[in-house]
């Protein structure tokens, strides 16, 4: 997503922050690791609980409806949603807020297609689905791959965020400094995992969820206050701060520039619509409430949790731009990425001010809160899919023990800390918007077909599932891999290498219909009955539950 654009992309862009917090690194310092302990806490107190496989991969399954609403908007609102939309409005006013909106009604495609018979079909994962009515092997074997992958691009993005902005808010500018950064994050990360399963992430995810709640109420309060108020008022000002006038309050400032740039936001929004009800950290968060109807009030509670967020977006956003000069927004950051911190740095008194320090500390926090939860919730999901989808069912071919599944996921999930904390200082002056555009299109074009053919087609079949899941993961890949993300624009992974011969920044529009089609296409070529036949059996367990736990 464009609105992503890497922390880390251009060393020194949060020097204006910084400064402001140069003389209160004591503060910050203070508040990650109050945050950091006492959520270290809550996991070890959850890790004792956890006693089997239910308990490390479903929580229990014991959380409320509104429990789990709360985990999944902790896990939903990234740093992109934090620190991403704020700067997109910031820069693109009425463009930048489109995402806001479309972050939000992907809600509606997970509670109306997704939510209940997902809840209702599977035990763990999202092969569980698939493997009820195919053969099991290769569907599994192809759930865990585009899992693991979807996983470690999204945790990639996240991991890179939290170096540059923990990096830059202490002042650290040397490349060692960090990817210490990285590796404690990292660190932190598997434990998370590792000692709390399912419980303790859920429950680190409620908590990050409450502070980023909290935190930008506490900010949206204080510009309307400054405004009277009054949204017509903040609007306005925003508009003429930009310099763009009217312009900033009507679509296409960003969008609406040339024929490419308007199919490219049909494209990226048909990514992030359709991409969330096929994330695997979100998909997992279903099974750990008792009931459907538990599912069904988790997704209502997420709703109204994210949507309240979403609309407090307006004051981070326009409160930048009305408060701020692009020039500042712009020069400590090129995509907007740090208006927030600098809007609350801003609003508690400026730079050179205590409350402007404090706010500007908590924001701060809560930014990496906010990255510290996702990337817990990511590296479940993904050690999750291994452990029970390869290891247990592929590699031991579902001879292994509850015990020896838990200690896979375990184990794996330290593999993946160490491989995300290698790509992340491996990819520590990259552009990351690529690797989230990746992890969104990726979901919508493989796993999302899959399961909603899995679910509501009787013809489906192993085949098609297999032709879904591979062809929606190779087409995202390459589209995106000979695209502007990757090559020839000075904010591509590679500025000086000239290969983008796709000419969106998001393969969505290309890579989600295809695999939707070969979904279909490899389901009407297949001779396979055994699915077809196994398809009434699963539309009872998906509307009922019967059999499924």
């Known amino acids: 997503m464009s609105l992503t654009h890497s922390l880390a992309s251009a060393p020194g862009h949060v020097q204006l922050a910084a400064e402001g917090a140069s003389q209160h690194r004591t503060l910050i310092v203070t508040l990650f690791t109050v945050f ?14 956890t006693k089997d496989a239910t308990d490390f991969y479903a929580g229990g399954r014991e959380f409320s409806g509104f429990q789990n609403g709360l985990a999944i908007s902790g896990d939903y609102m990234s740093a992109a949603s ?6 997109a409005i910031s820069l693109s006013g009425y463009d930048g807020f489109l995402y806001s909106i479309g972050f939000l009604v992907a809600w509606l495609v997970a509670l109306v297609l997704v939510a209940e018979p997902l809840r209702n079909s599977g035990r763990y994962t999202m092969g569980d689905v698939l493997a009820f009515r195919m053969r099991q092997r290769p569907v599994r074997t192809a759930a865990g791959v585009s899992t ?5 691009f999204y945790l990639l993005a996240q991991m890179v965020g939290a170096g540059a902005l923990v990096a830059l808010l202490l002042g650290i500018t040397g490349d060692a400094g960090k990817n210490l950064i990285v590796v404690l994050v990292g660190v932190v990360m598997v434990l ?6 399912m419980k303790g992430t859920t429950w680190v995810q409620m908590i990050k969820a409450v502070l980023l709640i909290g935190g930008t109420l506490i900010v949206t309060v204080l510009v309307f206050h400054k405004f009277n108020y009054n ?28 024929t490419t740039s308007k199919i490219d936001f049909i494209s990226l929004g048909l990514a992030l ?42 004051a981070l956003g326009f409160g930048a731009a009305a408060l701020l000069s692009q020039k500042t927004i712009t020069g400590s950051d090129p995509a907007g990425n740090t208006a927030a911190p600098l809007l609350a740095q801003e609003i508690g008194g400026g730079a050179d001010s205590t409350g402007g320090a404090v706010l500007l500390a908590m924001i701060s926090a809560v930014a990496f809160a906010t990255i510290l939860a996702v990337v817990a919730g990511l590296t479940l999901a993904s050690s999750s899919s291994f452990a029970h989808d390869l290891y247990a069912n592929v590699i031991r071919k579902g001879k292994a023990t509850e015990k020896e599944e838990v200690s896979a996921a375990r184990i794996s999930s330290v593999i993946i800390g160490a491989v995300a904390i290698g790509l992340g200082i491996f990819a520590g002056g990259l552009n990351v918007a690529g690797l989230v555009a990746l992890a969104f299109a990726v979901a919508a074009s493989a796993n999302l077909p899959t399961i909603l053919y899995s679910l509501f087609w009787k013809r489906f079949t192993t085949q098609g599932a297999l032709w879904s899941i591979y062809g929606g993961l190779i087409s995202s890949v390459v589209l995106v891999f000979f695209s502007p993300v990757v090559t020839s624009l000075p904010t591509s992974m590679f500025p000086d290498a000239d290969f983008a011969y796709f000419p969106l920044s998001n393969p969505g529009l290309i890579s989600i219909p295809l695999g939707f089609l ?31 736990l």
Not at 40 to 46: D, P, Q, R
Not at 82 to 87: E, P, V
Not at 192 to 197: D, K, L
Not at 525 to 537: P, T
């Open 36 to 49: 950091v302990l006492f959520t270290l806490g809550i996991t070890v107190w959850a890790g004792r609980k």
């Open 82 to 87: 934090f620190l991403g939309i704020a700067g």
């Open 148 to 152: 693991i992958i979807v996983s470690i």
């Open 192 to 197: 998370y995992v590792t000692i709390g399963g």
């Open 231 to 258: 949204l017509s008022s903040l609007l306005g000002a925003a508009a003429e701060n930009s310099g763009k006038g009217a312009a900033f309050l009507e679509p296409g400032l960003k969008y609406g520039l040339t």
């Open 273 to 314: 619509v359709l991409g969330t009800a096929g994330l695997p950290h979100i998909l997992i968060r279903f099974y750990t409430v008792p009931t459907a109807q538990a599912a069904r009030k988790s997704v209502n509670w997420a709703i109204g949790i994210i949507g309240v967020f979403y609309l407090m977006t307006i």
């Open 518 to 548: 070969l979904g279909w296409l490899g389901s009407v070529l297949s001779k396979e009955d055994e699915a077809v036949k196994k398809h009434a059996e699963l539309e009872v367990r998906s509307l009922t539950g019967h059999g499924a």
